[in-house]
């Protein structure tokens, strides 16, 4: 078993995966401010509570989208598993092709959803497969049944859409984002839920249908769904979606044992 964790911009997702999948998960605040000692001390905590002795782990891999935490968060995993963290970046053997104009400015976080996708969904014998992941952004990005991560789109998430409307206006407040019963709004409030969960919804089913015109040949591709906004808005895509919320730590899981023997140093 591995420790694996995905620093996003908004939370960090700390997950333990074995050959039979995931086992446990939990999300913590990303803080910039927060030391090496700070992250150990909840690190280990949070193993401790599901009944993980982190002695006992086999190695760990990071993934991380917020550069100013990843020193803290290796040095934090070092000291509580008592190994050096293998962390996504480029070089790290990936079995993709990168097929974009500047490699080493594509998100960790994307590579990572993308070898995911194409070893449990794609290959040469299947398709290609379109991963929406919804965090603090949205994205969407193409990995093809060759192995060819070929692009994507990025969009603001749900809920920096749903700040930004409340910081930026007078009238307007901050929302939860339960979908109203229809999609016209009889009150601001529903208004705004409407635009938030539908309006989100349309604009991703809007977004595979143009991505699909531009594969080769009119090629059908698959949808997967993650992230943790996924489960808000999968339900009303008029896209056929297929939510997979541990997409990302699969990834990890298989780029560790693609990258294992660097993953392995003991202190």
Known sequence: MILALDAGNTNICIGCIDSSGVQ????????????????????????????????????????????PVNRMLMLAVEMVIGRVPLLVRPGIRTGLALKVD?????????????????????????????VVDMGT????????????????????GIRLSQQALAKNTSQLPSIGLEAPKNAIGRST????????????AATIDGLIRRIRKELPDGEEALVVMTGGM???IAPYCREKVLLEPDLLLKGLW???????????RKK
């Not at 690190?43 to 989208?65: A, F, Q, Y």
């Not at 949205?138 to 990995?143: D, K, N, P, Q």
């Not at 409030?189 to 989100?200: H, Q």
């Not at 990258?259 to 392995?264: A, L, V, Y």
Request: hydrophobic content about 40%; proline content about 4%; charged content about 25%.
């Open 189 to 200: 409030v529903e208004c705004m839920k409407s635009g938030a969960i539908f309006g989100t």
């Open 24 to 67: 446990m998960t939990a999300r913590i605040a990303t803080d910039r401010m927060k030391t090496e000692d700070e992250y150990a001390v909840i690190l280990g905590s949070i193993l401790r509570i599901n009944g993980i002795d982190p002695t006992l782990l086999e190695g760990s891999i990071i993934c991380s989208v917020v550069p």
């Open 102 to 130: 500047n490699p080493e400015a594509l998100g960790s976080d994307r590579i990572v959803d993308t070898v995911a996708a194409n070893a449990l969904f794609g290959g040469p014998e299947g398709k290609t497969v379109i």
């Open 230 to 232: 996924s489960r808000w």
């Open 254 to 264: 298989i780029l560790y044992r693609k990258n294992m023997t660097k993953g392995e």
């Open 137 to 156: 952004m949205t994205t969407l990005s193409i990995v093809s049944k060759e192995k060819e991560f070929l692009g994507g789109v990025i969009c603001p």
